[in-house]
T-cell receptor, first 112, second 115 residues
Framework: ELKVEQNPLFLSMQEGKNYTIYCNYS?????LYWYRQDPGKSLESLFV?????AVKQEGRLMASLDTKARLSTLHITAAVHDLSATYFC????????????FGSGTKLNVKP | DVKVTQSSRYLVKRTGEKVFLECVQD?????MFWYRQDPGLGLRLIYF???????EKGDIPEGYSVSREKKERFSLILESASTNQTSMYLC??????????????FGPGTRLTVT
């Protein structure tokens, strides 16, 4: 079964700093998704990465995908308090697009 | 914007009750999903449906059933609620891959407490 590992699981950082969240997955897949979840709320889609080398940026967040290494990164630039949330990556089954495999999530706390 | 709505944000039920959780999407998506989310366990797929009246078991279907009589509506049924079914339940929908997207869109969630 496909496994998705995120690290770190918890991240506490100061405003203005940069950091990277890593998402590794265990078998071949070409598509990876990043979601954000605020406390008590549902999952909000951030990025959809559909091919090797894909890079997407939105504000202070940038996501990339290396399918050969089975690795995606979510890079945070000059963090602000509003980015505090839990971030999930997910991979779909290569031949079963409907089945998403989620990482455990990275809980990010940005201190003002 | 894709909109996925769930019938209740918070629900409290007693052990043994039959519980219905409703999910409606307004984007004509073929696929609909039910997950539960628990601290430390992440999101786990209960059931999904790829068409009206079609369903497939996910990773943890025991104690649950589903119904999809109309394309826009997907119901999760707890036949006899138990305390270990206390959880956050998330519904999601996605278009057919032929539409060029596999992304799942999530509803606001229902926090169910079984006492």
């Amino acid at each position: 079964e496909l496994k998705v590992e995120q690290n770190p699981l918890f991240l506490s950082m100061q405003e203005g700093k940069n950091y990277t969240i890593y998402c590794n997955y265990s078998t071949t897949s070409d598509r990876l998704y990043w979601y954000r979840q605020d406390p008590g709320k549902s999952l909000e889609s951030l990025f959809v990465l559909l091919s090797n080398g894909a890079v997407k940026q939105e504000g202070r967040l940038m996501a990339s995908l290396d399918t050969k290494a089975r690795l995606s990164t979510l890079h945070i630039t000059a963090a602000v308090h509003d980015l505090s949330a839990t971030y999930f990556c997910a991979v779909d089954g290569r031949y079963n697009f409907n089945k998403f495999y989620f990482g455990s999530g990275t809980k990010l706390n940005v201190k003002p | 914007d894709v909109k996925v709505t769930q019938s209740s944000r918070y629900l409290v039920k007693r052990t043994g009750e039959k519980v219905f959780l409703e999910c409606v999407q307004d984007m004509d998506h073929e696929n609909m999903f039910w997950y539960r989310q628990d601290p430390g366990l992440g999101l786990r797929l209960i059931y999904f449906s790829y068409d009206v009246k079609m369903k497939e078991k996910g990773d943890i279907p025991e104690g649950y059933s589903v119904s999809r009589e109309k394309k826009e509506r997907f119901s999760l049924i707890l036949e006899s609620a138990s305390t270990n079914q206390t959880s956050m339940y998330l519904c999601a929908s996605s278009p057919s891959p032929a539409a060029g997207s596999y992304e799942q869109y999530f509803g606001p969630g229902t926090r169910l407490t079984v006492t």
